[in-house]
């Protein structure tokens, strides 16, 4: 009991002198944390992909890449198909992949959720546009002209199709429901262009590069349909990796990237399967249009709901 | 007392090691924060370097390799031959100039690498210092198309490195700015810590130093109580003693007294005889003030209510007041001539006016003036003032509210009981009356008391009462004393007045007596205290025997007050001891003469 007295007693005395060595060692920690560089050969590097097409043409077309990094970075590197976006976002979000390439709403929503951060995307990844098309026969010029007409938007989650194009309009002041008369959801960017033709709506709007394909298959003629505006560029893919990722294994994948070069003929035909011209760094600063947007949708989601 | 101090200081102790652990982290965190200062200033130099000094790199980059393509473009450096075209390009000028200075570039951007050991733009640097080789190489071999895919190469890597730069640049703004938000939470959190510290130190010292001075006052009242409660068993032990004295020299001074009178009657006209028995009654006269003193000190005595002339009262204590108070003090007295009587105990005001002028005299101990006035006043009812004021020191607040308590006293210990103004109260209250207080330190004491006036007009007031011839008579008187020198004093003296006396020593023979002389007793004289049987039960028994006999208690002690106030109550005359013969047979005199 007295023996019991006494401890209690040192206790109480070096309390002070406890709270005073944790605070210490607290701040210190706080001070000199995040400086760090290892060495040492990290772990099996696991990478997933957005599923947006079926699993044996997802693994076609990264297999390549796949070989690429490995050769390159000497890392051991595995690819990853998931099952769906989410399943995508909620294998990142539990660190069961350490690097993924996301669509620009799906980066976002890793960013926040997981705090993923952009590693290297595509030329193309970061001047996506959408296009603002009408029939030929109209003699309006802007998207502003067309006030009190029927309109027309892709997939409601389509990034290119509705999200960022709303984006821009309400950025430019313009409130769809109440700016138009109507406006529709397509089921598809083709679809979109075909009400447009069809004089089902005055004013749409699509994905350009989908727009270029179908002018290049013929299905819409320039006499049919015509660009009113285009948007601003906007990133839509990316290459993200943890942010708790060891800085030499983010720099050796990145510079593996950075180095495909489409003058050499080994690479061109990897840059060519992937869809580029060539890589850059992706920066946090790129997805800020993407990010309001996407916090605009999901507010406006949220009070469709209530 | 020691305990609580050691535990005191302990917590004390403690408190303030916490207060200086507090202290001292607060000095860690704010050296800590200083070096983070560093820190963050240096990131953001850096920050800024990636983002201008980078973008400007660049943009210099690009401007030459335009310059080099305008070079290229130029058609009359390769409108001749391969070799002419390459000449063209190999002497002119500016294809050097424009290489050179690409390598200038190129060359700060690598001490720009080199000055902060960033591992991040390493591959990236080698690759443009590679392809500017393969652009040199070809612009001086006069490779056209070789040269111009060179430049779109090195445009690349040159565009990757900027973007990488501002990837750089953000996060060390990220970085300097998460940094500063630690920094200053971590601030904000040693402030909080800090005032809270302070704040729980300060709040627990406070409450902890109020509780010891609630204790120290808690046990200074438990003192004080146990010292009055001393003081007072020491007067209470000292009355008894007094009384008990008192008590009995009052039975002997009544003999002295007796026997003194008796002779002088005998004396006849031998004057040496009569002037030396005058002698010993004056002596035994003072002897029996001496003990009504006595007594009045140990107990307070019956009321003996008179209606009396206050001034003439005062008139009376005058010289005595006089006498106290000494010659430094300068008394005045002033009455008022149409004073209204009042109702009250004139031995009691005797020691309500002395008290007073005592405390007046201990108040002025360089001299000064007593005033001692009376006057009549209608203030919702009439009565009478007597106010008395005198020049000295005064009492300050805290002392006036207490001056009333009884054992509250301002004289030194041993000098005053701490009774004199209780009593003053005691006795003005008993009286109906009213008393108060005004003083201020400096400006003297003014104590004014009210009397209420009496409807009844004043008696006389006889101090000292006048000598009277002693009544005599023939009846019966059965004196019942247990002293045997007062029973036969008054044997003696009541037979040689005429009586018939007879004499028993205790109330069983005074009984007796009463049986034997069957209805033939006119008076009976007895004393209150007696072994056995008091008086007052030996005069309720002795009525009933012969109850025609008239009764008069004699008393020389204080204890006989319940005694005596029965006694009121059976409409007895109490005789107060010491007394003369004279007094007893005038009192036995009115009694036959009222029955």
Partial sequence: MKANLMDYRNRARTGPLWSLITVVVLSATILACGDGFENGKPGLIRIGVLPDQSRQSLISEYSPLIRYLIETTSLDIELVIPDGYQQLLDDFHSGRLDMANFGGL???????RSGAEPLIMRDVDLRFTSCFITRSSSDRRSVSQFEGRDFAFGPRLSTSGHLMPRHFLTKAG?????????????????????????????????????????????????????????????PNYVWAVQESMRPSVKILLRDAFLALDARNPEHRSLLQHLGAGEYMPARRGDFEDVRIAAATQSSLEASDRK | MTGR??????????????????????????????????????????????????????????????????????????????????????????????????????????????????????????????????????????????????ISGLDLAIRQFYRQHLVAADEAYAKTESAATRALSLLGAVVILVAAAFLVTWTVTRRLRSSMARQEAAEAALAESRDRMHRMQKLEALGLLVGGVAHEFNNLLTAILGQAELMLGKSGGDERLSGGLTEIRRAGQQAAALTRQLLAFSRPQPLDTRVVDLGDLIGEFEGMVRTMIGEDIQLTVECADD??????????????????????????????????????????????????????????????????????????MGRGTGLGLSTVH??????????????????????????????????????????LEAVGGSETVLVVEDEDQIRAFLKQGLGGLGYRVL???????????????????????????MPGVNGVEFLEQAR????????????????????????????????????????????????????
């Fill in chain 1, 174 to 234: 313009i409130d769809p429901e109440r700016f138009f008369s109507s406006v529709h959801y397509s089921a598809g960017h083709d679809e979109t262009t075909f009400w447009v033709r069809d004089g089902r709506v005055a004013l749409g709007v699509t994905n350009c590069v989908i727009l270029g394909s179908l002018f290049a298959a013929r299905q819409v003629t320039e006499n049919d349909v015509r660009i009113v505006e285009t948007t601003p560029a906007y």
């Fill in chain 2, 339 to 412: 004073l209204d009587p009042v109702e009250l105990d004139p031995g009691q005001m005797q020691q309500v006016i002395l008290n007073l002028a005592m405390n007046a005299r201990d108040a002025m101990p360089e001299g000064g003036q007593l005033r001692i006035t009376t006057a009549n006043r209608e203030s919702g009812r009439r009565c009478v003032v007597l106010t008395v004021a005198d020049s000295g020191v005064g009492m300050d607040e805290a002392t006036l509210s207490r001056a009333f308590e009884p054992f509250f006293t301002t004289k030194p």
């Fill in chain 2, 503 to 529: 004499t028993a020593a205790d109330a069983k023979s005074g009984l007796e007596q009463c049986r034997a002389e069957h209805l033939m007793i006119d008076v009976i004289v007895c004393d209150v205290v």
């Fill in chain 2, 5 to 150: 101090e050691a535990k005191s200081s302990y917590v004390f102790r403690y408190f303030y090691l916490m207060m200086a652990a507090v202290m001292i982290v607060a000095a860690a965190v704010i050296v800590g924060l200083f070096f983070t200062r560093e820190v963050v200033r240096e990131a953001q130099e850096r920050a800024n370097l990636y983002n201008l000094g980078s973008a400007a790199l660049a943009t210099d980059f690009g401007r030459e390799n335009q310059s080099i393509l305008d070079l290229l473009d130029r058609p009359a450096a390769f409108s001749g031959t391969g070799t002419d075209a390459g000449d063209a390009i190999r002497s002119g000028p500016d294809a050097r100039g424009i290489l050179s200075m690409l390598s200038t570039i190129l060359t700060q951007l690598q001490e720009l690498q080199n000055r902060y050991q960033d591992p991040q733009f390493v591959a990236t640097l080698d690759r443009i210092a590679k392809r500017l080789e393969v652009v040199s190489a070809a612009v001086n071999e006069g490779r056209e198309e070789a040269a111009r895919d060179a």
């Fill in chain 1, 106 to 112: 799906t980066f976002t929503q890793a960013e926040s």
């Fill in chain 2, 544 to 595: 009933r025997l012969q109850p025609r006999a008239a009764a008069i208690l004699m008393s020389g002690y204080a204890d006989d007050v319940i005694q005596s106030n029965s006694a009121g109550e059976m409409d007895v005359p109490l005789v107060r001891k010491p007394f003369e013969l004279f007094t007893l047979a005038r009192l036995i005199r009115e009694r036959l003469e009222q029955s």
């Fill in chain 2, 426 to 467: 005691g006795i003005i209250t008993a009286a109906k009356g009213r008393i108060r207080i005004d003083s201020r330190p400096g400006s003297g004491t003014n104590v004014e008391i009210e009397l209420p006036s009496s409807p009844r007009p004043a008696d006389a007031i006889t101090l000292v009462p006048p000598p």
